[in-house]
C-alpha cells in the first residue's frame, strides 16, 4: 500500500493524548500507545459512498422512518425520513441553544444535503455527511476495514507532532495561511467564507498533516469507534495504556437532554461550523460525543485498516 492506494501507513509509538487546556471533556491530557495501522488518507467522499449503496442497495438511518417504539417521547411529524442540517440565523442568537441553527429537515440525507431541494452536482468530491454511525459502520464492513478508536483518530491527526494545538503546530494560520476548512465570521450568522467555502469542501482541498493526511481538521467531523465519556479517564500512573477503547456506553448518555437513552460516540476533528466565538473545535484534542442514531450535514467519516486484524480491504479506491 502507499499513497497511492489511498490510505496512509501510520507508525505505532506513544503520544499525549487530550489537552488541559480548552474544555473539561478533553482532560485529563495523559500518555497512550497505539500500534501501527493505516489510515484513509482523505474522509469518505459522496462518490466513494454512492458506490457502496449502488454495490449493496443500503439505506441510510435518515433515510428510514423511525421506529416509533425507539422514541416515545417523539413528536409524530418528526419521526419521518430527515436529517439535521444547518441553517444560518438572520443576526446572533442565544448560543447556548443549538436548535437556533440546528434543523431536523424531513427529506434531508446524504444525497440531499440541504433537503430535498438540494442534491450533489459539484459534490463527488466532497466528504459524504448525514450519515449515522451505524452508515458508517456498514460502510467500513464493506470495504474490508473498520472505523477508529478515539485514540487512533487523535494519533494520526497529530501527524507526529508532540502535544500540538492544532494538527499543523501551535499557530492557527501560520505565515497568514489557511489550513482547514473551518468558520470565519461570527457563528452562526455571518459566514465570510474566508477559506473558500460556506459548507463542506472537496477532501484534500487544504494541506496534509505530518503523515499525509487530509482533513483531520474542519470539513467534517469525522466518526469514531469509542463511546463518548464526559472526561478523559485518569491513566494509570505505573503504565501507559495501549490501543485504549471505550467499549462501554455506560458513561455517554446525555441525561436529561432529549435522547437521553440513545448511547453517543465520539466525532472528532470538528467541521467547517467550528468558529472562534463558539467552538474552538479544529483541533485534534477536541471531542464531542455525538448520538449514534444522529446524522448532520457536518458529519462523516474515514476509515482505518489494522494489518492481521481485518481481512484484505477492498472496494475503496485502488484496492479492486
Ligand atoms: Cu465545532
Redesign the pocket.
Known amino acids: 500500500m502507499g499513497s497511492s492506494t489511498g490510505m496512509v501507513s501510520i507508525p505505532g509509538g506513544e503520544f499525549l493524548m487530550g489537552s488541559n487546556d480548552f474544555y473539561p471533556e478533553e482532560s485529563p491530557a495523559h500518555r497512550v500507545s497505539v500500534d501501527g495501522f493505516w489510515m484513509d488518507e482523505r474522509p469518505v467522499t459522496v462518490a466513494e459512498f454512492q458506490r457502496f449503496v449502488d454495490a449493496t442497495g443500503f439505506r441510510t438511518v435518515a433515510e428510514r422512518k423511525p421506529d416509533p417504539a425507539l422514541y416515545p417521547d417523539a413528536d409524530s411529524e418528526l419521526l419521518v425520513p430527515g436529517s439535521l442540517v444547518f441553517l444560518p440565523t438572520a443576526g446572533p442568537v442565544d448560543l447556548s441553544d443549538y436548535r437556533n441553527w440546528w434543523s431536523f429537515v424531513p427529506g434531508a440525507d446524504w444525497r440531499h444535503p440541504e433537503g430535498p431541494d438540494s442534491g450533489l452536482v459539484g459534490r463527488d468530491e466532497h466528504p459524504v455527511t448525514h450519515v449515522a454511525f451505524e452508515d458508517a459502520s456498514a460502510y467500513a464492513g464493506w470495504v474490508g476495514k473498520d472505523l477508529p478508536t478515539e485514540a487512533e483518530w487523535e494519533y494520526a491527526a497529530r501527524g507526529g507532532l508532540e502535544a500540538k494545538t492544532f494538527v499543523w503546530g501551535d499557530e492557527f494560520a501560520p505565515g497568514g495561511a489557511t489550513m482547514a476548512n473551518t468558520w470565519q465570521g461570527e457563528f452562526p450568522w455571518e459566514n465570510l467564507a474566508l477559506d473558500g467555502y460556506e459548507r463542506t469542501s472537496p477532501v484534500g482541498s487544504f494541506p496534509p498533516n505530518g503523515y499525509g493526511l487530509f482533513d483531520m481538521a474542519g470539513n467534517v467531523w469525522e466518526w469514531t469507534m469509542d463511546f463518548f465519556t464526559p472526561r478523559h479517564s485518569q491513566a494509570n500512573s505505573c503504565c501507559v495504556p495501549s490501543n485504549p477503547r471505550v467499549a462501554s456506553p455506560d458513561a455517554s448518555y446525555a441525561a436529561g437532554e432529549p435522547g437521553a437513552h440513545i448511547p453517543r460516540r465520539v466525532t472528532k476533528g470538528?467541521?467547517h461550523?467550528?468558529a472562534p466565538n463558539?467552538?474552538l473545535?479544529y483541533r485534534p484534542a477536541a471531542r464531542q460525543g455525538q448520538a449514534v442514531d444522529t446524522s448532520t450535514s457536518h458529519i462523516g467519516f474515514r476509515c482505518v485498516f489494522r494489518p492481521g486484524a481485518n481481512s484484505q480491504p477492498r472496494g475503496n479506491r485502488d484496492y479492486e
Do not use: E, I
Open positions: 470538528g467541521s461550523l467550528c463558539y467552538c473545535r
